[in-house]
């Protein structure tokens, strides 16, 4: 189940716990990453000695003047050395530690999206029900980027601004005490602003996610709903419904970034402020001869190098909660509880199935208030076709969910062979039905690899071609530049609805399963072609047991048996002729339909 909604303004509900979630998730690269931070170390380092060894420089040049001796040129070519050296192995060892920590963000990044995947297999039904698809997509795409994108610099930035602010403090406070008190003094008064600052700007950042995730889930309804749209004239309400979508991320996007990056100004005011005082105090030091011109120099430089590690420290604060925002909405997502283990269940073989079906007193809602089946008891035989009608909401679909273990009862159970399916694999359960939607779906690919994808992709051609004999779509087939090989675009357009239709029954067809479902299979096709249909699966359902839920009832006048379904409850049962002859709700359902053929 999804987690529990909050606040979108608020901080994440435990930052501790997602912290230690996010570095058990690094745990696997920890020897790239304590490498890359001994590496980002001894790089800072090496830089730190850079402001000293100019000083010394400048102390040499104008020391040797002073006394006479001239510009000593070869103690000054050696300190150039050195420090071209130290610049050079600096940069050599942080290029390394930024490719390290690049690899380990993008292997990181990937494992993430592997485990999102992995765990929407995982899911139970429930769990779309309530979750929208573009939220699931924010969290898999934006959230994960965020925060693989953020961690590499984010390691990096904290060790070199530690190491930096360290390193610099002590080289300053070896040059001057005095002058060093007032460099630190700064740092308490902007540090407090910008806590303050950072909390604010945290939720707005959590504010965006959750936009960014409601934006996404409305572009893709719209995108894929466009032909619905145009047919209801709907364009200007979509087009105002997204602009106030996307108004609300505007704003917390701007107010996000806006507050983000005022601990950089207000940081380096504070800093600013130090370096004049530094400036003033470290001149009159010089003349009275109680530092050299070089330190002086140095300390100037040390003094603007103290500002951004400071800065990025302030702003590190902002990014990590950033960061532990997007984290914490993946590790919702990757928490989410799952569909019962069922590994040590028992499992059923295909060609050892009868098909026998019971249903048991079951009893099923959705959301555990209202009752969509109630007491549900129904013997189902080998081999029979059974039809399912009724009115919208009766329960007719809710029991193919419960038979394919797609949901579980509330009380009750259902036997097949007379085994309780809930003793038995999922997995195994769903390969004994082929099922026939209303909403068709094929995959971006060959028409023949759709067909295969029911039963295997390692299933013979021979197999195919019998399934396309059998449901008679040879014609059809054929008739396309490529035939079997014909690639079926992202959406399917550029075949027919009820092209669509017979092959998702061809597919059922090639897998060969004991028993059918038809949901609904033929109320998006033609009359000529669901005569097709029909015919291809009376000989597909012939000697398996096939369940038939149908609003046109013309579709099941052989079937034999029929059950009436009214508010979850079975009311009537037989086949065509009795229940027309009982003149109840059947015959009501029936005349309404078909009033000239009876």
């Known amino acids: 189940m999804p987690g529990p909604k909050r606040d979108a303004g608020n901080k994440p509900k435990n930052f501790k716990k997602t912290l230690e979630r996010f570095i058990v998730e690094v745990k696997p690269y920890r020897i790239a990453i304590i490498v890359a931070v001994v590496l980002s170390v001894i790089s ?73 995947l992995a765990k929407i297999s995982r899911l139970p039904m429930s769990y779309f029900d309530k979750v929208k698809i573009g939220d699931i997509m924010s969290r898999m795409t934006n959230d994960v980027d965020s925060v693989s994108m953020e961690l590499a610099s984010t390691i990096s930035d904290i060790v070199t601004s530690v190491v930096m602010i360290v390193g610099i403090l002590l080289m300053m406070l070896l040059i001057s005490v005095p002058l060093s008190l007032i460099a630190v003094v700064a740092i308490p008064l902007s540090t407090t602003l910008v806590k303050k600052i950072a909390d604010k700007s945290q939720r707005y950042f959590k504010k965006q996610r959750v936009y960014l995730g409601e934006l996404n889930s409305r572009i893709e309804e719209d995108y894929t709903g466009q032909l619905i749209i145009k047919a209801n004239t709907h364009e200007a309400r979509t087009l105002t419904e997204f602009k106030e979508a996307n108004d609300r991320l505007y704003e917390a996007s701007w107010k996000s970034q806006f507050f983000g990056s005022l601990p950089f100004p207000i940081t380096h005011i504070f800093t600013n402020l130090a370096y004049i005082l530094i400036c003033m105090l470290g001149g009159y030091f010089a003349v009275i001869g109680a530092i050299t011109i070089g330190n002086v120099q140095a300390f100037i430089q040390y003094v603007n190098q103290f500002n951004r590690p400071i800065t990025e420290v302030a702003q590190l604060s902002a ?41 048991h007193d079951v009893s099923f809602s959705y959301d555990k208030k209202k009752p969509v089946i109630s007491n549900f008891s129904c013997k189902i035989s080998p081999g029979m076709q059974v039809a399912i009608v009724g009115p919208t909401g009766a329960g007719k679909t809710t029991i193919v969910n419960l038979l394919m273990r797609f949901y579980e ?95 998702t029954i061809t597919r059922a067809m090639v897998a060969n399963p004991p028993m059918m479902i038809l949901d609904e299979a033929t109320s998006n096709v033609d009359t000529r072609t669901e005569q097709l249909i029909q015919d291809a699966f009376s000989k597909l359902t012939r000697g398996r047991t096939s369940f038939v839920i149908a609003h046109r009832l013309s579709t099941i006048r052989n079937a034999d048996l029929i059950l009436v379904m009214k508010d979850g409850n079975i009311i009537e049962q037989g086949r065509h002729e009795d229940l027309l002859a009982l003149n109840g709700f059947y015959a009501e359902l029936y005349n309404s339909q078909f009033s000239n053929d009876v």
């Open 409 to 503: 009862p509330d009380s009750g159970y259902i036997t097949i062979d007379g085994i309780p399916i809930g003793e038995v694999k999922r997995a195994s359960v769903r390969s004994l039905f082929g099922m026939v939607l209303q909403d068709t779906w094929l995959f971006s690919g060959t028409i023949l690899n759709n067909l295969k994808y029911g039963a295997g992709r390692n299933i013979p051609d021979e197999q195919v071609h019998d399934a396309i004999e059998t449901v008679g779509v040879g014609h059809f087939i054929d008739s396309l530049p490529q035939g079997l090989n014909t690639m079926i675009d992202e959406d399917s357009d550029n075949i027919s609805a009820g092209e669509k239709q017979l092959l």
């Open 319 to 359: 990014t990590i909660q950033q960061i532990m925002s997007a984290a914490e909405r993946v590790f919702e997502f990757l928490d989410a509880e799952e569909e019962p283990d069922d590994a040590g269940a028992r499992e059923i073989k295909m060609d050892a199935t009868l098909g026998e079906v019971e249903f």
């Open 44 to 116: 800072v380092l090496l830089t730190v000695f850079g402001p000293m060894l100019l000083g010394m420089i400048t102390t040499s040049a104008t020391t040797s003047i002073a006394e006479g001796k001239g510009i000593l040129w070869d103690e000054i070519m050696r300190l150039i050395v050195i420090l071209i050296t130290l610049y050079v192995v600096s940069g050599i060892i942080s290029y390394i530690k930024e490719v390290m920590l690049m690899r380990v963000s993008a292997k990181f990044s990937k494992s993430m999206r592997e485990k999102i």
